[in-house]
């Protein structure tokens, strides 16, 4: 071992473990998740030395301004990046619409810098400190952390190019509980994207389609009279509106939030079961045609909702499902579209030109061995 001697600039940190502490007894959802905060809160109870914020036995990086035999220690600058990539002392208008962040999402490795260290120097500052800190888990495989020195990484593009890029991001944040260690397999991986990406969603998707072209030419036909199946489609809606846009938008809990969504597209699939729109189109009389308007104009409908409400995870995907119901041309930009109106019915209007494009999820192809 060999011991050496430099001389740095300290920031003093110490001072600040009862302000933090105090912040964080008065801002319990800071730090997120639960174990997060107790390691953070255990961690500064504990007592806080004075940080180190330069170097000066090397020249590269970002020179101290009053001492430029000094360089800033590059965690003290990374975490100043927040604040002057958003014009702190350069253009304060800017700045104050900006900062501070809503949330800061993590990996738990970086936890204490964000969650104790940041905040301190904005108190320091007197500036504000964010809304909240976000630490997510590691990613294992075959128990392990992955890690590409011991030759457990996994290269994205090796799973984009065999899933695609939609069918990556949301099963990253479907299968994996926010702010826990989680394991990925290929095996996983492949079973969740047949059962409910293909399966469930794209083959919905395929079929309501098909059958507005069949019976109809292509023309979404005008709902009659809803009854008690379609009132409950409806009221699944909007449950599941509600269900994500707080769970996403508010808690943070991905997983859970998409659980919603495709809990909805399940109970559309049972509705389409169980009215057998197949059959009622045996049926010519008027009777029987207004009865397959009104479902078909049901499933569509609920297509349309499920597009926005997965746009944010899955835009590909959710622009072709949007594309193929036609809702471009009536409703506009599915980037315009408010998630929390999602749940508002009878948004597609009657007429409009539902198209079968390409299967949103195909069939995989098993990836070809070297």
Known sequence: MEILKEENYFFKLSAYGPKLLEFYEANPGF???ESARNEVVNFVKQGLDDLSISRSTFDWGIPVPWDEKHVIYVWIDALLNYATAVGYNENPAKFEETFPADVHLIGKDILRFHAVIWPAMLMAQGLPVPGRVAANGWLMVGGEKMSKSNLTGIKPQDLT???????????????????????FSWEDFTARYTSELANDYGNLASRVAAMVGKY??????????????????????????????????????????????????????????EQE????????????????????????ESLRAVAVLLNPIMPETSQALWDSLGAEASLGALAAQPVQSSATWGQLPAGATVTKGAVLFPRLEEPKKD
């Open 31 to 33: 730090i997120q998740p």
């Open 161 to 183: 190019s065999h899933f695609g890029v939609d069918a990556y991001r949301w099963y990253f944040l479907r299968a994996i509980a926010f702010g826990q260690d989680g394991s």
């Open 216 to 273: 109809f030419g292509g023309e979404l036909p005008a709902a009659a009279a809803d009854g008690d199946a379609e009132k409950a489609v409806q009221d699944g809606l909007a449950a599941a509106v509600a269900t994500a846009d707080r769970k996403i938008g508010e808690e943070l809990d991905f997983q859970a939030g998409i659980l919603a969504i495709f809990d909805f597209v399940k109970q559309v699939n049972g509705y389409i079961t």
């Open 277 to 300: 729109p197949w059959k009622v189109a045996k049926d010519e009389s008027e009777e029987g045609r207004a009865r397959l308007a009104t479902i078909l104009y049901t499933a569509a």
